[in-house]
């Protein structure tokens, strides 16, 4: 299946928090792109942990918001799991911002509530990460690699950064210009990118712990599986 996004489905979350394993999602977005139409499913999320303060002020997104306008967790997470994994089966690829983050707390989430992950369910990919093909086809540009910022050197519109709609929304765009940019990623098929892109992020979070190490400063835990995560 060579690397092309007439058809995909861009992912996003906005999450309680950072740690991958016990943080959940307060929002998320599923963005379906079929040639020039696009249907964007957004919904808000009751999370059952608190929200941290910085995630909030990141988001926006409070407790009693929602509260008031979210749908439970367990309904959110299987509905999120269902359209991944249908998108899976159908052979359309994935696309988001560092999906080892979105794809390991869902995958936490579906154990949580059902008792089985993405993997378990049917899921294999395609997946097309658009922080790890950046780092892949311009390995040594100085800078931020935030969506932000990947918007802004690939010309792309962020109308509302944090919104997951609109994060979504503007990775696949960002993915898209990619491949404009780089016409011999169409070349390629999925198999070889999911290949490359899980070597090249983990040998990523080596060297960031071997850089943490060097500063004196305390190294996360290691990145063993990509795209998603595995407690030892």
């Not at 977005?29 to 139409?37: I, M, Q, T």
């Not at 997470?77 to 560092?98: E, Y």
């Not at 190490?213 to 030892?232: C, F, M, Q, V, Y």
Request: proline letters at 4%; hydrophobic letters at 40%.
């Amino acid at each position: 299946m060579m690397i092309q996004l007439d058809r995909a489905l861009a992912f996003d979350l906005e999450t309680t928090g950072l740690e991958i394993f016990r943080d959940q999602p307060v929002s998320y977005a599923l963005v379906r792109f079929a040639g020039s139409e696009i249907d964007t499913t957004y919904q808000l999320v009751v999370p059952e942990v608190e929200i941290s303060p910085e995630a909030q002020a990141k988001h926006g997104l409070d407790i009693e918001t929602l509260k008031r306008e979210g749908v439970p967790l367990k309904e959110a997470v299987r509905s999120m799991g269902n359209a991944i994994v249908a998108a899976g089966r159908d052979r359309i690829p994935l696309v988001g911002m560092n999906l080892y983050f979105d794809l390991t707390i869902l995958d936490q989430q579906l154990r949580g509530c059902f008792g089985r992950g993405l993997v378990e369910a049917g899921w294999d990919g395609p997946i097309y990460d658009v922080w790890v093909v950046d780092l892949l086809v311009d390995r040594f540009r100085k800078g931020n690699r935030q969506l932000d910022s990947l918007c802004e050197h690939y010309q792309v519109e962020l109308a509302d950064a944090h919104n997951a709609a609109s994060d979504a929304t503007a990775s696949l765009l960002v993915a898209r210009a990619q491949i404009g940019r780089y016409p011999w990623l169409e070349e390629r098929d999925f198999t070889w990118l999911a290949s490359v892109q899980r070597k090249n992020r983990l040998a990523r979070d080596s060297n960031y712990r071997d850089y943490l190490t060097e500063r004196g400063e305390e190294a996360h835990d290691p990145l063993t599986s990509w795209p998603i995560g595995r407690r030892d």
